[in-house]
C-alpha cells in the first residue's frame, strides 16, 4: 500500500509528464511539423483526394521555396482554409500560359506530373517580391494563381512544404 506522500508525488510526476508531452506536442505541431490531409483532385495525379502528408513547417523560416516544391497555404480570400499546390516561379519570373502551354521566363516548362494540357490561357506577368506563383497539377481542375482569389502567394501566407505522404501507407512517397 503507498503511502499518502508517495501518492502525491506519483500523481505530480505524472501530471509534469503529461503538461510537458502536450507543450512538446504543441510545440512541434506549430514551429516544426503539421500533418494535413489532401482534399479535393486539384493536385492530381501527384496527390489524390484522402492522403495524408507531412508538411515541414519549420524549412521556411530558414529558404524561400523554390520552383516544383509543392507547399500548404493559407487560401487568401479565407485564411481558415489551406491550399495545396505546386511552385512554378518565384519573386522575379515571368509566368505566361499559351496555347495549353505553362513558360517561365521564356521557356515552355517540362511538367511530366501534369496529365492533360492547360486549357486558357493566362497573359505575362512578372511574379512581384515577397510572393510566389502556385498551380494544381490537375490544372483544368484547381483553383490556384490564375484566379485573382488566389493571386500571387504572399511568403507570410505560406504555411509550409508538403515533404512525404504518409497514409495510406501502400502509397508511402516523398515529394519534391
Known amino acids: 500500500m503507498l503511502s499518502n506522500t ?6 505530480k510526476d505524472w501530471v509534469i509528464s ?3 508531452a502536450v507543450v ?16 479535393g483532385p486539384s493536385m492530381r495525379p501527384t496527390l489524390v483526394n484522402g492522403e ?3 508538411v515541414n513547417k519549420f524549412i ?24 495545396i499546390k505546386r511552385v512554378i516561379g ?9 496555347d495549353g502551354r505553362v513558360f517561365r521566363n521564356g521557356q515552355l516548362l517540362n511538367e511530366p506530373y501534369i496529365l492533360e494540357k492547360t486549357n486558357g490561357s493566362y497573359p505575362l506577368a512578372t511574379i ?6 502556385v498551380m494544381g497539377d490537375n490544372r483544368n481542375n484547381s483553383e ?3 484566379f485573382s482569389d488566389v493571386g500571387f502567394v504572399p511568403l507570410e501566407l505560406i504555411k509550409g512544404k508538403a515533404v512525404m505522404v504518409f497514409w495510406p501507407f501502400a502509397q508511402l512517397k516523398t515529394l519534391p
Do not use: H, N, Q
Request: glycine share 4%.
Open 24 to 39: 512538446l506536442a504543441f510545440f512541434i505541431r506549430y514551429f516544426i511539423v503539421e500533418l494535413y490531409m489532401v482534399e
Open 144 to 146: 490556384d494563381s490564375r
Open 90 to 98: 518565384v519573386a522575379g519570373d515571368t509566368i505566361e500560359i499559351k
Open 6 to 11: 508517495t501518492f502525491r508525488k506519483e500523481v
Open 128 to 133: 512581384p517580391e515577397g510572393t510566389v506563383f
Open 60 to 83: 521556411y523560416r530558414f529558404k524561400l521555396p523554390e520552383r516544383g516544391e509543392i507547399l500548404v497555404f493559407r487560401y487568401p480570400e479565407d485564411p481558415s482554409r489551406d491550399f
Open 18 to 20: 503529461i503538461l510537458i
Open 52 to 54: 495524408r502528408l507531412v
